[in-house]
């Protein structure tokens, strides 16, 4: 499903127009700086819990020493946050059925 489909199926389950309904999901989860409510929250290290649907949050991970596949050459990792999902119950269990 594309944003535009999502747009689509809100503006019909909540009879808002199709223009209203993409600003909303834009609203939400919008990835550029200073937008969109989830990116912002993680932005600053908070959680954003969903009851029975899940959590986004952040973790972070060290840097560290890989491997280039193609030559075998060590190469440092930088240190990085990267953003997480975990479902909820809720969603778990109705796609498990």
């Not at 489909?5 to 999901?25: F, G, Q, T």
């Not at 409510?37 to 819990?49: C, F, H, P, Q, S």
């Not at 649907?53 to 491997?67: V, Y």
Request: charged share 30%.
């Amino acid at each position: 499903m594309t944003k535009t489909e999502m747009a689509d199926k809100l503006a019909d389950r909540c009879d808002l127009s199709k223009a209203k309904a993409l600003e909303v999901i834009n609203c939400i989860f919008d990835t550029a700086p200073g937008k969109g409510i989830i990116a912002i929250e993680l932005d600053a290290g908070r959680k954003v819990g969903i009851t029975g649907f899940g959590t986004f949050a952040t973790k972070h991970r060290s840097a560290r020493m890989g491997r280039n596949p193609a030559t075998g050459r060590a190469i440092h990792l930088a240190a990085k946050k990267y953003p997480t999902f975990k479902a909820g119950k809720g969603l778990k269990d109705r796609v498990a059925d």
